[in-house]
Nanobody, 122 residues
Framework: QVQLVESGGGLVQPGGSLRLSCAAS????????MGWYRQAPGQERELVAI???????NYANSVKGRFTISRNNAKNTAYLQMNSLKPEDTAVYFC????????????????WGQGTQVTVSS
């Protein structure tokens, strides 16, 4: 069974930094894109950043220049470095990965982590 486990959330003051990690485990053939989403109370889940298997990245306008997504394919892990954090970044952050489980079946399924809380407050 494929699992995504996030870590690194917490409470930080405005202007501070956090680094989130997302590790994929289980039996699978390969991982395609990995991404980070967030959901604040009363709001819909939104894309924060995404990185393809070829290391192409895309960011939400609200985090450009402050957040950096990266991945370590040998460790099946994605990271989100968050700098200059603002109170409006407060949300539960979810990791997403598009995973191909079988070598002879060309299909990528979406997997989600359980979420990690990020709170930016003084």
């Amino acid at each position: 069974q494929v699992q995504l486990v996030e870590s690194g959330g917490g409470l930080v003051q405005p202007g501070g930094s956090l680094r989130l990690s997302c590790a994929a485990s289980g039996l699978f053939f390969r991982i395609d894109a990995m991404g980070w989403y967030r959901q604040a109370p009363g709001q819909e889940r939104e894309l924060v950043a995404i990185i393809t298997s070829g290391d192409n990245t895309n960011y939400a306008n609200s985090v450009k220049g402050r957040f950096t997504i990266s991945r370590n394919n040998a460790k099946n892990t994605a990271y989100l470095q968050m700098n200059s954090l603002k109170p409006e970044d407060t949300a539960v952050y979810f990791c997403n990965a598009k995973i191909r489980k079988l070598a002879f079946v060309v299909r990528f399924d979406d997997y989600w982590g359980q979420g990690t809380q990020v709170t930016v407050s003084s």
